[in-house]
């Protein structure tokens, strides 16, 4: 059986879709699959498209809540490609692939937003077809291209013709589904528990009445923090990294590298991360790691020294070269090129690790012991929507503000409070850490610029928490930075304001604060 080259497009924001979908048919040979106001867009646009319903041979229903749930798609998403038995399956049923999907969920987040928004408004607003088609491309990644953010309708064009290419950004877009449609559940969550006249949504949210927790243990450790301190590993640690040579992982090491593992989550363009003590030192994206690497070590040349190094691409022989020479305890990719291998593996001690693709539901949410129990909490992964993100100041920050102030709250996210950290373009200039005054950080800061050489005029300011007085941010603003990004909140934030004004920079106020401690 020939199988038809199809794509499924299924959106709730139609932006760019109509242009995306004719470059499918008319460049990429694409037959186009889809329901609804989707299908009758593509339609107007003069685009040949079949409904799903008349793909599968079943009728939408109960006002569309049942259309995609069909064994046509998902087994057509599903299927394993290099598995003949699912491929003949496939067949005897008459179930054609589906090479490529675009989903966006319905608003949910949006509607229960609004102010007047009725509970019945909400609950349909929240998609089931939608999460399902995409979680279902995004496990069978390997063949299945998966799209949920129209931004990454270019790139995804970009990759076509070229099976690395496309094979690597895959992976990325799968990873980006799960990031969606996790936080898509635990706003869903968040807004069933908060519903005081409906029923006690506890265990939907997470936070069950009474918590049960059971892991194997995967390694005794050699101590602790300290060597006075006992020390195991337990769960499933091991599934989500490969170490490929060097010592045993420390208690320590295994702290740094989930930090580490989470930072360069944020991050898709290629990008190194330097870490010590789960804090980050210097980061920095680039066109290549080779320049990443280059600009987050300027940063904070001590830091490598007994840190922690993590790169979300390939590291290949030259960042091997320039690395080699440095004491490091891990180092963290996606893979190593069998050159860099050879370089690194001249430091027998040195850890190796191989970061496999996500680190699984168990990582969503935190628990810390306290006297006489635990905190249980959802992990920190919303770094907020730019296009929610408020001026409040009389000048606006230029496009490269913003893409500072966007990358340096991707920083300071992961950053112990309180968080100062000072980025210019796609690179940290100075990052203070941990003090108990929001102004100390910012001292550290710039003084670790200034050891570094690092010049913060035009820089950007990115503070995790609220600004309570303006002495920090006169502090930036004398520094050299001209725009700041704090999720505002202070009693004192007009103060802080006009500081920002009468030195004329730039202030956004994210509404989002990001407290680490």
Not at 431 to 441: K, N, T, W
Request: proline share 3%; net charge negative; aromatic share 6%.
């Amino acid at each position: 059986m020939v199988m038809a080259k199809l794509a499924l497009l299924s959106v709730s924001n139609k932006d760019g879709l109509a242009d995306f979908a004719q470059a499918l048919v008319n460049q990429h040979g694409y037959k186009l699959l889809s329901t609804g106001g989707t299908a009758r867009l593509l339609a107007e646009s003069g685009l040949p498209v079949t409904e799903v319903g008349e793909h599968t041979g079943f009728p939408e229903m109960m006002e569309g809540r049942v259309k995609t749930l069909h064994p046509k798609i998902h087994g057509g998403l599903l299927c394993r490609r290099d598995k003949q038995e699912h491929l003949d399956q496939a067949a005897a049923n008459g179930i054609d692939l589906i090479d490529l999907v675009v989903v966006n969920l319905y608003p949910f987040e949006e509607t229960v937003a609004k102010p007047d928004v009725t509970f019945e408004e909400a609950i349909e607003n929240i998609d089931i077809g939608g999460p399902s088609m995409l979680r279902s491309a995004a496990k069978n990644h390997d063949s299945v291209t998966v799209v949920c953010d129209p931004a990454d309708y270019d790139g995804v064009l970009a990759a076509m013709g070229d099976d690395s290419a496309i094979s690597a950004l895959r992976r990325k877009l799968a990873l980006k589904v799960f990031q969606r449609t996790g936080s898509y559940d635990t706003a869903i969550a968040e807004y069933l528990a908060a519903q005081k006249d409906e029923p006690d949504m506890a265990s939907l949210s997470g936070f069950p009445e009474k918590l049960e927790l059971s892991y194997d243990k995967a390694q005794v450790l050699r101590y602790g923090e300290n060597p006075h301190q006992q020390a195991a590993l337990y769960g499933t640690f091991h599934e989500h990294f490969e170490q490929l040579q060097g010592k045993a992982l420390s208690y320590n090491n295994i702290l740094d590298i989930t930090s580490a593992t989470f930072l360069i989550g944020d991050f898709e363009k290629a990008t190194v991360g330097i870490l010590k003590h789960t804090n980050p030192c210097g980061v920095a994206s680039a066109d290549t790691l080779e320049d990443a690497w280059e600009m987050a070590y300027v940063t904070d040349r001590q830091a490598p020294f007994g840190g922690i190094i993590i790169v979300n691409q390939t590291l290949g022989a030259g960042l091997a070269e320039k690395i080699a020479g440095i004491f490091t305890e891990v180092i963290i990719a996606p893979r190593f090129s069998d050159e860099a291998l050879a370089i690194l593996k001249k430091k027998k001690n040195l850890r190796l690790m191989i970061a496999k693709a996500g680190l699984g539901a168990d990582s969503l949410q935190e628990v810390r012991t306290v006297i006489g129990g635990v905190l249980l909490q959802d992990r920190n992964k919303t770094l907020g929507n730019q296009a929610d993100f408020k001026v409040v100041t009389k000048r606006q920050p230029t496009a490269e503000e913003w893409a500072s102030m966007v990358f340096g709250w991707k920083i300071c996210k992961h950053v112990k409070s309180n968080a100062i950290v000072y980025c210019r373009g796609e690179q940290t200039l100075g990052i203070g850490a941990g003090q108990m005054a929001r102004v100390d950080s910012s001292r550290i800061a710039v003084w670790k610029a200034g050891e570094a050489k690092l010049d913060l005029n035009g820089s950007i300011v990115a503070s995790e928490a609220l600004f309570p007085f303006a002495d920090g941010l006169i502090a930036a603003a004398d520094a050299g930075a001209t725009c700041a990004i704090q999720p505002g909140g202070s009693l004192r934030d007009e103060e802080v304001i006009a500081a920002a004004d009468k030195r004329g920079m730039a202030m956004v106020f994210t509404g989002i604060r990001h407290f680490k401690h």
